[in-house]
C-alpha cells in the first residue's frame, strides 16, 4: 500500500483539471446519444481510449508493479477496472436518457459522501474527522443549492426511477474503485490506467453486443463527439484520476465531484446560452468553504 496522501498544488491543478473536463463531460455525452445508443457509446469512447494509452504505455516500457503482485492485487485490478470505468460509463449513458441533468450532478457529487467513511475505514491516514465531514457536507449542499429544484423536478420518463438508481450506482461504483486504487501497492500510474482501459474495454464491448446488437455505424458528427470523449475525459482523465489518487488519496479526489455540477452549469450557460441560476455565486461560496474545511 502507497505511503500517507501527499497533496501538493499539482494535486490542485490535477482535481481542477478533473473537474472541468468532467463538468463538460454531461453536455457531451448528451450530444453523442442523439446519434448512437448508450453502451456503444460507453464501448466506443473506453475502446478508442485503450487505443490512446497502450501504446504510451509500451513506448515508455515500465512494468506494471515494482513487485511481483499477490493474487489479492491481481483480483482487485480486475475489480476496479469495471467499478471504475466500465460499468459506471454504461449506468451514466443508459440512466441519463432518463433523469434531469440536476439529479445526475446531484449524484455524482454523492461520490464525496460515498468514499469518506469507506476510507475512514479502509484508507491508513484518511480518518474521518469533524472537520473534514463538516466540510464535505457544506460542499453538498452548496451542490444541492446550485441545482436546486432540478435536482427534484421529474423528467416524466417512464423508466426514471431506473435511471435515477442507475446514476447512484455509478456513484457508488467511482467511491468503491477509488478506495480500492488508494490501497495498491506500488504501480505505474500509466500501466495502470491503461490496464484498467484494457478490462474495462472486454466487459463492455460484448455487454453492448448482447443488449444492443452489432454496434452501429455513427455518422461524422458523432464519431467527432466520441473521439473527444474517448481521448480528453476517459484517456487523459483516467490517467490523472489514478495519479491524484495514488498520491493525495481518494478523499481529495472526491473534492472533484463536487466542481462537476458547477463547471456543467457554466458550460450550458457559455455554449448552449442556458440561464446563470441566481444562486450560482451563493452555492460556489459554499463549495469553496467546505472545500477549505475538509483539507
Known sequence: ?????????????????????????FLVTE????????FWLAAYRIVFATAVMVPIWQWRGQALFAAPPSSATKVAVLAI???????PFMLLAWGQQYVTGGFAGVSMASVALI?????????PGERLTWRRSLGFGIGFVGVCVLIGGQAFESSGATLETAGRIACVSAAC???????????????????????????????TVPLALINEGL????NTKTLLVIGFLG???????????????????????????????????????????EPLPASLLLAMVLILIGVGLSQ
Open 81 to 87: 477496472g469495471g467499478f471504475s470505468t466500465a460499468i
Open 31 to 38: 450530444v453523442a446519444l442523439e446519434g448512437i445508443t448508450p
Open 1 to 25: 500500500m502507497t505511503d500517507s496522501p501527499n497533496i501538493t498544488w499539482v494535486s490542485w491543478a490535477m482535481v481542477a483539471t478533473l473537474g472541468l473536463t468532467w463538468g463538460a463531460t
Open 231 to 273: 481521448l480528453v475525459p476517459t484517456a487523459a482523465a483516467n490517467l490523472l484520476r489514478v495519479m491524484v489518487i495514488r498520491s493525495a488519496g481518494p478523499v481529495f479526489m472526491s473534492l472533484t465531484n463536487y466542481q462537476v455540477p458547477v463547471w456543467s452549469v457554466l458550460m450550458g450557460a457559455l455554449i448552449l446560452s
Open 173 to 203: 461504483c467511482y467511491g468503491i474503485s477509488s478506495v480500492m486504487m488508494r490501497r495498491l501497492p506500488t504501480i505505474d500510474p500509466i500501466g495502470l490506467s491503461t490496464i484498467l482501459l484494457l478490462i474495462a474495454a472486454a466487459i
Open 215 to 218: 454496434p452501429p455505424l455513427p
Open 115 to 123: 468514499v469518506l467513511p469507506l476510507a475512514h475505514f479502509l484508507v
